[in-house]
């Protein structure tokens, strides 16, 4: 979730959000056809982006950027996982986990300590304030998704969960074959 994600419109590059907030949704009927698939598509880069931005805001009220939000919940969740560990769960690059495992250690929020089995790896925990932190950042994740899934039931949540999955499956194979 960290970055401006871009879409091709022709030889201009166009923010996703403009185009999720400014697109009407009448089409010129001289457009190409799209896939019944594009509205759905749309929608779910619309939520994604919508999301992003509350989570956003509501964690800048406690001091937190996205990022650092969660490095931390995926502590509370997987305490003493590695940099790699949570790169991997964190949504974040390996390249950019260090520097934030750094700048966390520093506020007091984690701290690090040697792996028994690997000398080359540092286990990640969360100190006192840290949990805290987490906990609070977590109550926030939980109302913005408790909202955002209000109107659905718990069988449309887990047949959204399995096209998703689905979906996801797809893409990892495009990104795989290339």
């Known amino acids: ?35 019944p698939a594009h509205d759905a598509w749309l929608s779910v880069v619309k939520a994604y982006h919508l999301c992003d931005q509350v989570l956003t805001q509501r964690l800048a009220a406690l001091g937190l950027k996205l990022s650092e939000h969660e490095v931390l919940v995926n502590l509370l969740l997987h305490p003493g996982a590695t940099q790699q560990q ?18 966390l250690e520093q506020a007091g929020w984690l701290r690090r300590e040697p792996d028994a089995s690997d000398a080359r790896a540092w286990r990640l925990h969360l100190t006192d304030a840290g949990d805290t932190l987490a906990r609070r950042a977590l109550a926030v994740q939980a109302e913005v998704v408790q ?6 039931s718990p069988a449309e949540l887990r047949d959204l969960q399995r096209q998703m999955d689905a979906g996801s499956t797809a893409l990892r194979a495009m990104l795989d074959a290339s």
Do not use: D
Request: charged fraction near 15%.
């Open 1 to 35: 979730m960290v970055g401006l994600e871009l879409v091709r419109i022709g030889t201009s590059l166009v923010p996703i959000r403009t185009i999720c907030q400014t697109m009407p949704r009448a089409r010129n009927p001289a457009s190409p056809a799209l896939p």
């Open 86 to 103: 949570l790169a991997a769960h964190s949504f974040t690059a390996k390249s950019v986990m260090s520097a934030l495992v750094g700048k």
């Open 147 to 152: 909202r955002m899934t209000a109107a659905s």
